[in-house]
């Protein structure tokens, strides 16, 4: 095990209902890609959302979302939203969007807000920004429910395809796809 770093201070770690959730903050003086950023950690210590002190953009794959062929009129759904990252750059970036985000953990809703300036995405973009707390498969908002099932006996795929084809019903032509390298 690695010593811990003096440039890293856990600001949160708890487990929720669906998940295990650390918070880091990354010091402006590490010498790592990750200077001043808070970060928001899984178990293993995938990033689930990154958020930078001074810029919207992260340099990870969560820019991916933000590139403009692949970002249509809207509105966008993100399944997923973790403390806001992905949200965060799209509605900087593409002042006529409106996002709507479902999350099923609301702890994790809760350290977006507090950690990750949440709340204060959603006062800037009160029109624009609309977050679900819960199983997007059980919503009645207009637009559709889906979302892969925490289910570990379903196969991911199957969900997945189950996923898209209900999007695909819901939304028509106006779904885009993004598949990232093989999967």
Request: net charge positive.
């Amino acid at each position: 095990m690695a010593p811990p770093r003096e440039d890293v201070k856990i600001l949160a770690k708890f487990k929720s209902m669906h998940n295990y959730i650390r918070v880091l903050e990354v010091s402006k003086r590490a010498v790592d890609p990750f200077t001043s950023s808070r970060l928001l950690l899984d178990n293993p210590g995938n990033i689930h959302s990154i958020s930078f002190i001074f810029k919207s953009l992260t340099s990870t794959y969560f820019d991916v979302f933000t590139l403009p062929p692949i970002i249509p009129p809207g509105p966008i759904g993100i399944l997923g939203f973790r403390a806001g990252s992905a949200a965060r750059s799209i509605l900087d970036l593409y002042p006529e969007v409106v996002v709507h985000g479902w999350e099923l953990d609301p702890s994790v809703i809760g350290v977006g807000r507090e950690y990750f300036g949440l709340s204060k995405l959603e006062r800037q973009y009160t029109d624009r920004l609309i977050i679900h707390v819960g199983d997007a498969f059980k919503a009645s908002t207009r637009g559709g429910s889906c979302v892969e099932a925490e289910d570990s006996l379903r196969h991911g795929k199957l969900v997945t395809e189950e996923t898209l084809k209900e999007m695909q019903r819901v939304f028509g032509d106006k779904l885009f796809v993004l598949s990232l390298g093989n999967r």
